[in-house]
């Protein structure tokens, strides 16, 4: 175990690891500081089962360099960090609490260096408990004080992005008309539906849920398609709100899409697929560019003390970054995911001066 963190850390260009190991839950916790040179390290807390240790200090290495480009393309004053409780079975109950409260204990001990919020299974109501040791939560509960869930400044981020998109690949100044094809319609995915239909576009629906899609559907008067079949459905813009590595070597060559603009985090398998969809013509909106809405309402909110309106236009605002991204993609031969790579680089180095 010992020579994989090492050989992880030594891989790594991140600033710092906390490590904690919590004996009572068995849990190993890793706090991952990527980058704090435009501010603290903000990031979620993941909890999941891994395989091993070493593959949640991987995945906390890699969501953490994430969160930099992020954050530092959203404009926000923050670094990137994320934070990985990798626990043998989802824990509940007093058990939760408790390891929750420990976890607090170890953000409070970095000082504010690292801040907070929700992750893949970890809920406002987590948050709320983390506070009661550290300052440097954000995500708590309306009831708690927080600004609540961030999924829906998400979706209006992302319904920016898509609108900005249409505009550069298609020279429409609206969505009037434009199909989109939504993949997964939960927390993100339902609102961002709901947006393009107030604004005009033709949606089709998919959900691993059938129910969901469906009863949506009804409501919006979306056409539904099997979740299988929602990649290849033939549409403007393809949304993929469900989960990440959707866009790989087997999938690209099946789209039927202009635009790919979604929530996901990851969509790409791998670098090389920004390459693939290029080459088939179709503009690929980058997921951190387009899906930083929750870390801006969080941020805004909470850290530095704005409003809705002020959140709102740095929610809009991510519409004109994707279109500076995909100009700078045209005008220097590049994939639009080597020209946000550019602009995260050019802000860090801006911070660093
Ligand atoms: P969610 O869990 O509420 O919704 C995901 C939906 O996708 C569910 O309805 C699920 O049934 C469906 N789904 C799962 N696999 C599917 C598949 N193969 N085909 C079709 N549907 C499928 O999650 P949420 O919060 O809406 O997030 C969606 C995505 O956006 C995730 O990848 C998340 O990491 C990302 N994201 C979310 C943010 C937020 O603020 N909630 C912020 C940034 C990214």
Request: with cysteine; net charge negative; charged share 25%.
């Amino acid at each position: 175990m010992a020579d994989a963190f090492a050989e992880l850390l030594r891989g790594s260009d991140g600033e710092e690891v906390a490590v904690r190991y919590d004996a009572a839950t068995e849990t190993w916790m890793f706090v991952c500081v990527h980058s704090t040179v435009l501010g603290p390290a903000a990031g979620g807390t993941r909890m999941k089962v891994y395989p091993e240790p070493a593959d949640a200090l991987r995945d906390g290495l890699r969501l953490s360099a994430a969160m930099t480009s992020k954050n530092a393309i959203a404009g926000l004053p923050l670094g990137g960090g994320k934070a990985v409780l990798a626990v043998p079975e989802i824990p509940t109950g007093e058990r939760r609490r408790a390891l929750l409260l420990r976890y607090g204990e170890l953000v409070e001990a970095l000082g504010g260096t690292y801040v907070t919020a929700c992750d893949m299974n970890t809920s406002e109501r987590d948050m709320d408990v983390v506070a009661e040791r550290t300052r440097h939560v954000m995500g708590r509960s309306v009831e708690a004080g927080g600004s609540g869930s961030s999924a829906p400044s998400t979706a209006v981020g992302v319904f920016h992005g898509i609108r900005a998109a249409v505009r550069h690949a298609i020279g429409a100044d609206d969505l009037v008309g434009a199909r989109v094809a939504v993949q997964g319609v939960g927390a993100v995915g339902g609102v961002l539906a709901r947006l393009l239909a107030e604004a005009g576009a033709e949606l089709v629906l998919a959900d691993v849920v059938p129910e969901r899609a469906e009863a949506l559907a009804r409501e919006l008067g979306a056409e539904v398609v099997p979740p299988e079949e929602a990649l290849a459905t033939p549409c403007d813009v393809l949304a993929p709100c469900a989960t990440g590595g959707v866009l790989n070597r087997e999938t690209i060559p099946t789209l039927r899409c202009r635009i790919v603009a979604g929530a996901a985090n990851n969509q790409l398998g791998e670098p090389e697929d920004a390459d693939r969809l290029a080459e088939r013509g179709i503009v690929y909106a980058p997921d951190y560019v387009v899906n930083a809405g929750g870390i801006i309402h969080l941020a805004s909110l909470e850290l530095l003390g704005e409003d809705e309106a002020v959140r709102d236009a740095r929610l809009r605002a991510i519409g004109e970054t994707l279109e500076a991204c995909l100009r700078r993609a045209e005008a220097e031969g590049i994939s639009p995911g080597q020209a946000a790579e550019r602009m995260v680089a050019e802000r860090l180095a801006a911070g660093r001066g």
